[in-house]
């Protein structure tokens, strides 16, 4: 199936992605097979010569909603999503000078480059909010899938990198989950509040100018090289 204009994403940036090899494997943990998981799709399987609409990445997330009969599906798989999960882009972040500048690199890498959404700071005094702005093609489901899968792996990510340290403030949501969320607060480690006005992480802008321990400029400028 050859590259469309209408909504269709190579394999490059979906099934090749880390993240959607990383679900494929947490798919197979859940004993939910590559039919089950394909079914009603346009593909066979997940492979570097096929490419995947927006409605097949749908009904691959749907698919294994039924399939494992779990509405906070999301967060179980986004918790096994460290810093590595993520490729290249995190990898720079993870090396650069400050959280502040993490945040950036981030916001650029993803902006450009994510067939779903765009990210967007805005700062106060006391505060980071990188809010997540879907575009306007993207289904509810995959929306809930990716804000879920999102916030469970920041708080992963927190936890590994900062050990205790008080990093993020809580975590904003425009809906209410169809489950408690108290039950998300649980599970990361972090508030989450529901019914806000967007969604997004809201960080402590304390810690954001404070020098990165793991810094490596070597790396980092290798990284950035990788993402031109």
Known sequence: MAQKDNGYIMTR???????????????????????????????????????????????????????SDCPHLA?????????????????????????????DILIQYLSQNSPLFTLKRSDTRQHIFLEVHFKEDISPLVKKFT????????????????????????????????????WITRETGIEVRTKQPTNGILYYKTESSKENPYKDSITHQKMLALLK
Do not use: W
């Not at 798919?27 to 927006?54: C, H, Y």
């Not at 096994?80 to 959280?99: P, Q, V």
């Not at 920041?154 to 108290?182: H, M, N």
């Open 13 to 67: 940036s979906l099934a090749a992605n880390p993240i959607v090899e990383n679900f494929v494997a947490f798919a197979r943990d859940l004993d939910i097979s590559m039919d089950v998981l394909l079914e009603g799709t346009q593909l066979d399987t997940i492979n570097p010569s096929s490419a995947a609409s927006l409605t097949d990445l749908e009904t691959i997330i749907a698919n294994a909603y039924r399939a």
């Open 75 to 103: 967060i179980l798989f986004g918790k096994r999503l460290n810093i590595y999960s993520h490729g290249t882009a995190a990898i720079a972040s993870l090396t650069c000078e400050s959280l502040d500048q993490s945040i």
């Open 147 to 182: 804000i879920e899968t999102g916030i469970a792996s920041t708080a992963t990510i927190v936890k590994s990198l900062f050990r205790g340290q008080s990093v993020v403030e809580c975590f904003k949501l425009d809906y209410q989950p169809d489950y408690p969320s108290e």
